[in-house]
């Protein structure tokens, strides 16, 4: 299962620190978690470096919150993604719409997250 | 169970026996009784009239002096007349003589003249009318007037005799003697008879003038017979009776012996027709009660086999275990010879959530102690494997409950635990023939450590551990299996390996009955039980259609995966591709899934069936979609995928190559 903790960074983002496996089961919570980090500040970031499992299904949720962040112009970031959310984005093309900081991207032999197309 | 039948039924046809032999016992005895009689009667008449015809002789003899002095009177002149009288008479006349007196008379012109006289004077006054009457019916008859005389308690007889041409007449007289009675001798015509002989026609006593019986006695009573001898112008009556039996002493004892010997036999017959009759109620109670004790027997046999039948079934579970991964099947054939349930078994239970268990065992001999060894053996090895004993553990734990000293029945066993993830298999013999290993490359035994039967005392027992690749077969059996009369028993396994190889997917059922087909025996003495376990080369498993499907299918298959080291990249991308199918058959309003992983040599398939609507599409999601990515995502991971439309609901599935992917062989000693 899924467990999210909302915290608060030193200049005033809102820091949301995901765990465990992100699918079906647990989209809404991804949903009402990122959007309450919102509600409050002028930036989310999204700390998946607990995550062990995210499919397209929780991508899509990012996908969501990433669209609603924006729309209220406020900044998303990825932090630590893991190296399946880091394929995952490659597969589907979406890598380009996250800024993700940290994670793998000093691995050079997977799918790096700072790789660009 | 049975009725002696009341006697009255046996005694009415040996009364009907018996009384039909009294009736003719009766008959017989009556007969010949009769006909004794019969001849008895004839043969008194025969004799009498012999004895009749002797007195007339002697009769004629009395007669004959009188005749002849007659004749000498007509030829001879009148005064040599006397003369020749005496001369004639002489012999005749005398104490001892025929006659007591005789003398000769003449007629004259008043009565008649005394010519001469022998002898003592007539007894009958010769001036009397009774002798002068007689005299004259002398000459008025043509034969000898006789008559009796009687005077002083003296019986006499009185014979007179005339010739009518010349006046002659002689008369004698004869005394009786004064008893009457005269002896009979043993030659003479009266013996065997008593007889009395009476003047005239009647048998008045007093006119008896002799008998051989004491007067007194007379007149004979019982069988008699009468007859008359002519004695000159009278007759004498002769009445005879038998002194004895004057037949055959066989004809007198015939009634008797008849009747005596129809007695006997009858009471025989009748003694044998009842005990026949005894026997023969005896032979039809025995008969019904015999066939009462066999429809018993048969109905006890029946429920016997009926119980035998449902024993079996109770202790041999039909249905298989649902042991993932492992297709299980079994079989029990009875000996062909020997109807009667034997003590092979197989078992094949599932443990932990990983691991499983199997036995094949054997209790010797037939019937229901056997099954109950059996059953004492089956289930404390279950126990023990229940509890986490390995197979070594559970057989030296089972092998001290038993005694073969005490016990007829010699146990042996095969006994396994595996783990259906891995392969792994871990087996421990107890003098049980080796399992069969069925793979691609054929069939070879598994040479694990043989340790004594259970129940033989304290003893340790080795396992053999060895990987069952996926797709093969692990075949245990009894030794009926391999046992052929006349046959040595390596012939025998070498014939159940030859040939033999993995049969397709879901046809261990079938590779069972090839197995007993090519190993059928018509002469087999011994039941057989065969347990096949084979490797799953596919696993199906479904899921409540749920938000939390994909999770517990990725879960199912993750564990799967590393459990046959399809390697880490192919394991991620298996568990993404159905978590994404999964969810989109959740998506799609499906209320059940199914996830279905095969893999041989190089190939992993995955299929994800669901009863849901829809037909899955691949979107080209754009960058902001936030769903509708699922398919891209199999399709890139994948090497190829299809959307299979089903009756119901429909399936889609994915393929990958798999690197390396070289089956595990099983480690040998």
């Known amino acids: 299962m899924a467990t999210f903790e909302l915290d608060v960074t030193g200049d005033g983002d809102a820091v949301v620190r995901m765990s465990g496996e992100i699918d079906l089961a647990v989209v809404d919570e991804v949903l009402s978690a990122a959007r309450e980090g919102l509600a409050h500040h002028d930036g989310l970031r999204l700390d998946l470096s607990r995550v062990t499992f995210i499919d397209s299904t929780g991508l899509g949720a990012l996908v969501r919150v990433r669209n609603e962040s924006a729309a209220e112009g406020k900044s998303l970031t990825l932090v630590d993604v893991p190296a399946s959310l880091v394929r995952l984005l490659d597969i589907t093309g979406l890598h380009d719409m996250f800024t993700v900081v940290g994670g793998v991207d000093a691995d050079d032999d997977g799918d790096g997250a700072n790789r660009r197309p | ?669």
């Open chain 2, 1 to 669: 169970m049975t009725e002696r039948r009341p006697l009255a039924h046996s005694t009415r046809p040996v009364a009907a026996i018996l009384l039909l032999g009294l009736v003719l016992t009766a008959l017989g005895t009556w007969a010949a009784a009769r006909a004794d009689s019969n001849t008895e009667q004839r043969l008194l008449e025969t004799q009498t009239r012999q004895a009749a015809s002797v007195l007339s002789t002697a009769v004629a003899a009395i007669q004959q002096p009188l005749t002849a002095a007659l004749q000498v009177q007509t030829q001879l002149p009148p005064e040599q007349g006397a003369n020749a009288f005496e001369q004639l008479f002489t012999d005749f006349v005398g104490p001892e003589a025929t006659f007591a007196s005789a003398s000769l008379w003449r007629r004259e012109n008043r009565g008649f003249g005394q010519v001469e006289t022998v002898g003592a004077e007539p007894e009958l006054d010769p001036d009397s009318p009774e002798l002068e009457a007689l005299l004259d019916r002398a000459l008025g008859a043509t034969t000898t007037v006789v008559t009796s005389v009687e005077s002083d308690d003296r019986l006499t007889i009185a014979y007179a005799k005339a010739d009518p041409d010349t006046g002659f007449v002689v008369y004698a007289e004869r005394p009786i003697p004064q008893d009457r009675r005269a002896p009979v001798d043993s030659d003479s015509a009266y013996s065997g008879l008593h007889y009395a002989i009476y003047l005239g026609p009647g048998t008045d006593t007093a006119q008896m003038t002799t008998t051989d019986v004491a007067p007194a006695d007379l007149p004979l009573e019982g069988r008699t017979s009468q007859t008359s001898v002519p004695f000159g112008d009278t007759v004498l009556t002769v009445v005879t009776s038998p002194r004895g039996h004057l037949g055959s002493s066989l004809s007198q004892r015939l009634p008797w012996i008849l009747l005596a010997s129809g007695l006997i036999l009858s009471g025989a017959v009748a003694l044998v027709a009842r005990q026949l009759v005894r026997s023969r109620q005896q032979a039809v109670s025995a008969t019904e009660t015999i066939s009462g004790l066999y429809e018993q027997v048969d109905a006890v046999y029946a429920e016997q086999g009926t119980t035998f039948l449902r024993l079996q079934r109770a202790l041999l579970p039909r249905v298989a275990p649902d042991i993932p991964g492992m297709e299980v099947a079994t079989e029990y054939v009875a000996a062909a010879q020997n109807a009667d349930i034997g003590g092979d078994w197989y078992s094949a239970i599932g443990l932990e959530e990983d691991t499983f268990g199997f036995v094949v065992g054997d209790v010797s001999g037939h019937g229901v102690d056997a099954v109950a060894e059996m059953a004492r053996a089956r289930f404390t090895l279950r126990a023990y494997l229940l509890d986490g004993a390995t197979p070594e553990a559970a057989l030296e734990k089972c092998s001290q409950q038993f005694d073969i000293t005490k016990d007829d029945h010699l146990v042996t066993a095969l006994v396994g635990v595996g783990n259906w993830r891995t392969g792994d298999i871990t087996v421990a013999n107890a003098g049980h023939p080796p399992p069969l290993l069925v793979g691609d490359a054929g069939a070879e035994f598994v040479d694990i450590p043989v340790g004594p039967p259970l129940g033989t005392g304290p003893t340790t027992y080795r396992s053999q551990s060895f990987v069952l690749p996926v797709g093969s077969a692990l075949v245990a059996y009894t030794d009926g299996l391999i046992e052929r009369r006349g046959e040595p028993i390596d012939d025998g396994m070498r014939r159940l390996a030859e040939g033999l190889s993995v049969a397709e997917a879901g046809q261990l059922d079938a590779m069972i009955a090839e197995i007993l087909a090519k190993m059928h025996s018509t002469e087999r003495a011994d039941d057989v039980a065969v347990l096949a376990l084979r490797r799953l080369p596919s696993v199906t498993k479904s899921f409540d259609a749920n938000a939390r499907a994909p999770r517990a299918a990725r879960s199912y298959v993750g564990e799967l995966l590393s459990a046959h080291d399809v390697g880490e990249d192919v394991s991620q991308d298996v568990v993404l591709a159905v978590s994404e199918l999964v969810t989109n058959a959740v998506n799609s309003g499906a209320t059940q899934v199914e996830v279905d992983l095969a893999w041989s040599a190089g190939r992993l398939d995955l299929s994800v069936w669901d009863d849901g609507g829809g037909w899955p599409t691949r979107l080209d999601a754009t960058d902001d979609s936030t769903g509708g990515r699922g398919l891209a995502i199999v399709d890139h991971l994948s090497e190829s995928w299809d959307v299979t439309p089903l009756p119901e609901g429909k399936r889609v599935s994915a393929r990958w190559s798999l690197p390396d992917a070289e089956p595990a062989q099983p480690s040998r000693p």
